[in-house]
């Protein structure tokens, strides 16, 4: 059964993905398109509904954002802030151009009885806006008001657009907007979850692949475990799961994984034990960079030894995610992923990618985890770097110090859990120096190595602030440490956010 669609147009606004996100959390599916490829993408996929989002430059302008209204004969459409301008522009309104920019919460007044807004005078919407319409166009009716701006809503039969962000939180009955759009006037009856994905990946999984082999690189972490699980569900033993574990996992983690696989879904799954590789390749190494180059040459360089069980693939499978797909693929966004785990694949793994994820953002990839039967040490897994603690062992990675980022890390992690702090985490995990501090344990003088600790909260590691421990709390973690992880004598915790530091020490 093929899901209808939401299409939300990108004009550049700042909250679009959060209009995807809304959408998509009452049950409809969503898409979002920048603005430029819109009117193309709106005639193939023909959506049940149109939604345009706002942006930030003033429709008054010469080669501002614009669509073809003609594509959108018939559809239920919703303008939200620069959506409701150009709506009203193209369709014979006016539009006053911006002295000043009214940003911030704002009340409305009257709203028009039986419209779109009905029920909602006097709630709280947030404005965030230059220009704003003057005259509304031939047939519509103003049906919002705020002391400042005189047209805040205006409807005709399915067309709708608002000047304030019923996306974002501040707009506490936003989401009661959103529904009524998508429920009443557009026909959506809120039956896209997980499992309606699910059985839609499955049906396209096996019309994509056919007869053909598939080769699953597995790292442990959620999106590549539930790639695994949806390929197996869908095509069996014609998909080969790869794990290289390279010793720089965190502690048991290694023998976690393949377990956790083995019991939950019964992949085809081929362990490759490559630590004495990769350690022997890191000998000497100290610099970050290098180590990280070193790294994805060597996961080469595994499936290389291994090609004569692999090379069979016609598919490679990705763990590829919505924000990832929308931050590659559309102009409008300046952010760009810039973290490659595998560089220079051998010519025979150049196979047809197939993504499944595509279309999901991380939370809703943990629910489809979950709703495929995943436990949940694996589904919530905090993000782990691709070369991982080759990230966090600073100086030289040997298998000695890479043991004891894994202690310090195993007690830390252990700890949060059993103090009940995890909640709020995004990546908590424990580093090893590349210095060695003066200390006294027993009548003992010592030279050794401090580990730090970090923990951080995040929406989407783009930015990122230290998590406030209690003090008592770092300090038994810090005396557990020091007494029970050999050649470890200090315990150092980063307050940095991020900006300024990273996430990872590196
Ligand atoms: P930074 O350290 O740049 O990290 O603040 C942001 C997020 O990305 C993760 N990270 C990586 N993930 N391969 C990955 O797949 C990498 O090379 C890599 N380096 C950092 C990091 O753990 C954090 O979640």
Redesign the pocket.
Known sequence: MKHQTCLVVDFGGQYTQLIVRRVRELGVYSEMVPWMTAAARIQELDPQAVILSGGPSSVLDEGAPTLDFEVLEGKPVLGICYGLQLMSLRLGGRIEKAHDREYGRRQLGEVAKGSLLDGFAGEQVWMSHGDQVLETPPGFEVIAETESCPIAGIQQGNQFGVQFHPEVTHTPRGRELLKRFLFDHAGFVGDWTSASFIEESLERIRNEVGSGRVLCAVSGGVDSSVVAALLTKAIGDQVTCVFIDHGLLRKGEATQVIEQFTNHFHPNLVAIDAQEQFFGALKGVTDPEDK?KIIGAEFVRCFEAHADQLSDCDFLAQGTLYPDVIESGSPTSAKIKS?H?VGGLPDWMRMKVIEPLRWLFKDEVREVGRALGLPDEMVDRE?????GLG?RVLGEVTPERVHMVQDADAIFREMIASHGLRNGI??SYAALLDVKTVGVMGDERTHQAPIVLRAVASED?MT?TAVPFPFEFLEAVANRIVNEVKGVNRVFYDYTS?PPA???ME
């Open positions: 990280r973290h785990n993000p782990f770097p691709g070369p990230v995004w990546q590691a990122a991020k990273t996430i990872e």
